[in-house]
């Protein structure tokens, strides 16, 4: 079964230390990953995406995520975290080939919280 | 860039009534659009595949009776929650996949339901 799963639920930093959340993903064949990040009363917000190619990311604000096959991990990474960075972080997950339509499977979120 | 559209952004409705969520796809056409349920402090849990022109897949344990989706146009999936109860109050997101290049997925903005 597909499964995304972020095992870090709550994650506290101090601002300007680095940040990396965990995702690890349980996926047959190609897979699609994705971060999304939503600040507090907002909707969700791609950072992020892989579907192919160099395996290292970059995303807005900063962001970037590594996809590691070997692994079966994508995890999340900022060098230096603001305090607007405070917010949930989501991981997700897709595998669809042409022409058929696929779900998004999310992780359980990681909520990021800032210390000033 | 792509933007989804939910309205209302928030509804109040009274036990027993039926109320309508409505996601529209701006500026790209989506054939299949997605439903999510978010608990307070929890994941999204993905509720129903909506296809343009066919029915809705939903996912195990999603009432479809309860929960009635639309996917009339190629840009307007409806979420309609029949009779509703106090314990269908939730935030409800719809996310359309851009079809093309990278096939990304977007969300709204969600919906805030309160069933009194």
């Known amino acids: 079964a597909q499964s995304v799963s972020q095992h870090n639920h709550h994650v506290i930093l101090s601002e300007a230390a680095s940040l990396e959340l965990g995702c690890n993903y349980s996926?047959?064949?190609?897979?699609?990953l994705f971060w999304y990040v939503q600040y507090p009363g907002q909707h969700l917000q791609l950072l992020l995406k892989?579907?192919?190619?160099?395996?290292l990311v970059k995303g807005i604000k900063g962001f970037e995520a590594e996809f590691i096959k070997s692994k079966f991990s994508f995890n999340l990474r900022k060098p230096s975290v603001h305090w607007s960075d405070a917010a949930e972080y989501f991981c997700?997950?897709?595998?669809?080939?042409?022409?058929?339509?696929?779900?998004?499977?999310f992780g359980s979120g990681t909520q990021l919280t800032v210390l000033p | 860039g792509a933007v989804v559209s939910q309205h209302p952004s928030r509804v109040i409705c009274k036990s027993g009534t039926s109320v309508k969520i409505e996601c529209r796809s701006l500026d790209f056409q989506a054939t299949t659009m997605f439903w999510y349920r978010q608990f307070p402090k929890k994941s999204l849990m993905l509720m129903a595949t909506s296809n343009e022109g066919s029915k809705a897949t939903y996912e195990q344990g999603v009432e479809k009776d309860k929960f009635l989706i639309n996917h009339a146009s190629l840009t307007l999936s409806t979420l309609t929650v029949t009779s509703a109860h106090p314990e269908d109050s939730s935030f409800y997101i719809c996310?359309?996949?851009?079809?093309?290049?990278?096939?990304?997925?977007?969300f709204g903005e969600g919906s805030w339901l309160t069933v009194v």
């Open positions: 997700a997950g897709g595998a669809w080939s042409s022409g058929s339509a696929r779900q998004l499977t």
């Open positions: 892989y579907f192919s190619g160099d395996p």
């Open positions: 996310s359309a996949r851009r079809s093309g290049t990278g096939n990304t997925i977007y």
């Open positions: 996926y047959g064949g190609t897979v699609n």
